[in-house]
């Protein structure tokens, strides 16, 4: 692919790298970054990462995750080359990473989000792949670069999580090959890493779970579900906004349920939207009605209204969708 040849360029002929990806990041995010820091690393480059947000606990298994710097940290650090994976637009690296992390030579964008921006001078961005970990083993692959034990785990973890443990459509034969590769080559087992990521659930979680599974609404035929976290329920389990991370895949798996729907009150009074599809809406153009983004499944946005007219306007927005009502 010409995508994949001239980022590879872009590495050979640079020395200095910072890379970086979207806040609040998840096993795909972070497994894709330390991933392609070992690499550079093994090829000589210098290379850091500058996150926005810490490395929530669940993922300090992965190998060098302590290496991960937060954003102030980059203020005197000028790379040739800043490399942003799994992030749809700039901003998503959030505020100060956005304006202030500043290569001298180009930005690279890997990315697989459907509705990426091509904000990069270099873009590599395959909607169809299961994940960033995906794109990167793929570009790897393509250079004859080793893989080795740490940098496997590092993309096994990220293509487990984005493809909710290999149950998503986004995952397919090609992914599972890849899996497989990647669990020959980390001599790890598989099941741990699945207890690390998906059962390490602190009690105020679980407890958060009970009270927004007490809010679940369904619209009369049953295919538009929702559910509603507010700040209070946080304050009660003394839980953050990141707690509610796979709260809407447990009301998607309702046997009716065509678009499932997570609102989260803000501490400004406004919404946090998470949705998912089971396919015959497209909830990446759901999200966008409110300039969110994400997949077909897998979408989110904000919406500045308080929870109770966010919840109307998206139910009657999906209801649109959904042609059979
Ligand atoms: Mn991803």
Not at 190 to 195: K, L, Q, S, V
Not at 248 to 261: F, K, L, R, T, Y
Request: charged share 25%; with cysteine; aromatic share 8%.
């Amino acid at each position: 692919m010409d995508s994949f040849r001239s980022v590879l360029t872009i590495i050979e002929q640079h020395q200095s790298f910072a890379i970086s990806t979207h806040v609040n990041p998840d096993g795909d995010a972070i497994g894709s970054e330390l991933a392609l820091f070992l690499i550079l690393k093994k090829l000589g480059k210098t290379v850091r990462i500058f996150n926005t947000d810490v490395v929530p606990d669940k993922y300090q298994f992965l190998p060098k995750w302590e290496t991960i710097e937060n954003a102030e940290a980059s203020v005197a650090f000028r790379p040739e080359i800043l490399v942003v994976v799994d992030a749809s637009s700039r901003e998503r690296i959030g505020p100060f990473l956005s304006k202030c992390l500043i290569p001298t030579h180009a930005v690279v964008n890997i990315d697989h989000h459907q509705t990426a921006e091509e904000f990069g001078d270099y873009n590599i961005i395959i909607p169809s792949a299961s994940s960033t970990a995906e794109i990167i083993y793929n570009l790897i692959e393509s250079a004859n670069y080793e893989i080795d034990e740490a940098c496997a785990l590092c993309l096994y973890t990220g293509l487990m999580f984005d493809t909710g443990c290999f149950r998503y459509s986004n995952a397919d034969a090609d992914t599972h090959r890849i899996a497989a590769n990647l669990i020959d080559i980390g001599n790890f087992a598989p099941d741990e890493i699945y207890r690390n990521v998906y059962e390490h659930v602190s009690l105020g979680k679980i407890r958060l779970l009970g009270q927004t599974l007490r809010t679940l609404e369904l619209t009369p035929d049953g295919k538009i579900a929702w559910v509603l976290v507010t700040q209070k329920m946080f304050k009660d389990t003394k839980t953050t906004f990141d707690d509610v991370e796979g709260f809407v895949n447990q009301i998607q798996a309702i046997e009716s349920v065509e678009v499932a729907i997570c609102v989260c009150e803000l501490p400004d009074g406004n919404s946090k939207i998470s949705l998912r599809s089971e396919g015959s809406v497209d909830v990446a153009k759901l999200a966008a009605e409110f300039d969110g983004g994400g997949h077909e499944r897998a979408s989110g946005c904000r919406i500045n209204l308080p929870y109770t007219s966010a919840i109307a306007t998206l139910v009657e927005s999906a209801k649109r969708r959904i042609k059979t009502i």
